[in-house]
């Protein structure tokens, strides 16, 4: 089933979080003010998060100056931005 995280927050957030979480396997659309990202199935998505956090938090000075959270299998917040994998 297919799984989609949306990313939203300020353009630099966004970007950040849309590389650090961006794979082979997932489709990109670009909205207005978010970027969707649509994944196989939620196993891949909650995986993307996984190592998008692994990524982000090998910077521990940066980490913790961005107040950067996650939550397993629902989401990351890093600086002014946020993903969250939509409930279905």
């Not at 979080?17 to 489709?27: S, Y």
């Amino acid at each position: 089933m297919k799984t989609t995280i949306i990313i939203k927050g300020q353009p630099n957030s966004i970007r950040t979080l849309r590389n650090a979480i961006m794979t082979n396997d997932c489709d990109e659309i670009k909205v207005m003010n978010h970027i969707e990202l649509d994944f196989r199935s939620k196993k891949d998505a909650i995986k993307a998060l996984s190592i998008a956090y692994q990524y982000l938090k090998s910077d521990k000075e940066d980490w913790d100056n961005s107040c950067g959270s996650y939550e397993y299998a629902s989401g990351l917040g890093y600086d002014a931005g946020n993903a969250r994998i939509l409930p279905f």
